[in-house]
């Protein structure tokens, strides 16, 4: 397909010129943060997403991104022909967590999703090993990286962002434990199914839907949460802008190129509103 070459060795590059408002959207994916994201930017067109599994075996979140933004093209195509305008947004996001571990000395390791809950605790005992070796409380940070292209002007428009979340010592303690880590999955239960994911119909999630099973809310409910991005957690416009990283991933710079008024949009969000107000005031 002639409009995958454009793609191959430009997926990093970006781009700032805008573009046409689209008359349809491709969200390559199925999560429903990410999909209601784009509901509230594009409010009056039609958003068609799909899955995009298998996904690359890599950690390289270039290269994942690359691949789901093919497979948007793939997904145009396979509709042969129903589509009948060329104004078109593929857009793309992937998140991966970034843990601390103990191997020959400290380094970091790109995490995506756990394919069981057990995995969630051997993450916590390793940063809990980290936090002693080092003598100070550890941190973990997630990166997202997302993309878009016009299928009419073949541009395309990347971003990345990345926060960093500092957990204390003790608490990391306690969540390796058999109680301290069932705690941890009541309360994650209890948080995904009420508030504003119930309101907003979302559905529920596991802790094997979450990038290494980590889930910033619940953990600032725990008050395993020391800092964010070097801030107090009362930083409630810190927050916020890491909860999106971490719950949605796709840069609003991406998608702005399409709609200027991204920015205005995005603080009317009402379910974001409503779950930093949730976490804020917890």
């Known amino acids: 397909m002639r409009e995958l070459e454009g793609l191959i060795g430009v997926i990093e590059a970006g781009c700032t010129e805008a573009v046409s408002y689209p008359d349809l959207v491709i969200y390559a994916g199925q999560s429903a943060r990410r999909r209601g994201f784009l509901d509230g930017i594009f409010p009056d067109i039609p958003i068609l997403s799909f899955s995009v599994d298998p996904e690359p075996q890599t950690s390289d ?3 994942i991104l690359e691949d789901k933004l093919i497979k948007g093209f793939r997904y145009l195509a396979s509709l042969d022909g129903q589509v009948k305008t060329n104004k078109i947004a593929i857009v793309a996001a992937d998140t991966r967590t970034i843990v601390p571990f103990m191997n020959n000395g400290l380094r970091m390791e790109s995490l ?15 940063m809990s090993q980290v936090g ?6 550890p941190y973990y940070e997630v990166s997202s990286i997302s993309g878009a292209v016009s299928t009419e002007s073949k541009q395309i428009f990347t971003s990345s962002d ?4 500092t957990l204390h010592q003790d608490a990391l303690s306690y969540l390796k434990t058999t109680e301290g ?13 009420s508030g504003a994911y119930e309101r907003e119909g979302m559905p ?14 619940v953990l ?7 800092s964010i991005d070097g801030q107090n957690i009362s930083n409630t416009e810190n927050l916020r802008k890491a909860f999106f990283t971490v719950a ?9 190129a399409f709609n200027p008024n991204v920015t205005n949009l995005l603080n009317d969000w009402e379910w974001l509103n409503q779950v930093i107000s949730e976490i804020a005031n917890e």
Request: proline share 6%; glycine share 10%.
């Open 181 to 193: 880590f069932q705690r941890y999955v009541d309360l994650f239960h209890s948080f995904y199914r």
């Open 112 to 126: 995506g999703k756990p394919k069981e809950e057990g995995e969630v605790v051997g993450v916590f005992e390793e």
């Open 61 to 63: 979140m270039p290269v």
């Open 248 to 256: 949605v991933g796709v840069q609003p710079e991406v998608v702005k």
């Open 204 to 217: 529920r999630q596991a802790l094997t839907d979450l990038s290494a099973g980590l889930s910033l809310p």
């Open 162 to 165: 990345r926060t960093r979340i």
């Open 220 to 226: 600032i409910k725990l008050g395993a949460v020391k």
């Open 132 to 137: 002693k070796s080092i003598g100070d409380d």
